[in-house]
């Protein structure tokens, strides 16, 4: 199983970015998949999953409404469009799976095996 994470950058506050994580050695038919992050010198917390069995998503209360998580199962591909974006979202942003458990509230609050590296967004003026 591999996960490519893209799309991070550097964007004003209030802008948006997209990110994108695509899937291989593996079909999004049925695991939870998400997105997590981690700032300078903080733990890392989780932003938003999604289930790809039924679709039902849990996000976090700091992105809800600003930030959406969706799954293109065609292309194995789970993306977070992210909008009027905040300084404090300045992270790595990780994809990570789990292939245990279709449950997005699950994989939120869990610590998955299966990670992908990391991509930088900055949010900064």
């Known amino acids: 199983v591999q996960l490519q994470a893209s799309g991070g950058g550097l964007v004003q506050p209030g802008g948006s970015l997209t990110l994108s994580c695509a899937a291989s050695?593996?079909?999004?038919?049925?695991?939870?998949i998400g997105w997590f992050r981690q700032a300078p010198g903080k733990e890392r917390e989780g932003v938003s999953c999604?289930?790809?069995?039924?679709?039902?998503?849990h996000y976090a209360d700091s992105v809800k409404g600003r930030f959406t998580i969706s799954i293109d199962k065609a292309k194995n591909t789970v993306y977070l469009q992210m909008n009027d974006l905040r300084p404090e979202d300045t992270a790595v942003y990780y994809c990570?799976?789990?292939?245990?458990?279709?449950?997005?509230?699950?994989?939120?609050?869990?610590?998955?095996?299966?990670w992908g590296q990391g991509t930088l967004v900055t949010v900064s003026s």
């Open positions: 990570a799976i789990d292939l245990g458990h279709s449950s997005s509230y699950y994989l939120f609050h869990s610590s998955p095996a299966n």
């Open positions: 050695g593996l079909t999004l038919n049925r695991p939870a």
């Open positions: 999604i289930s790809s069995l039924n679709e039902i998503v």
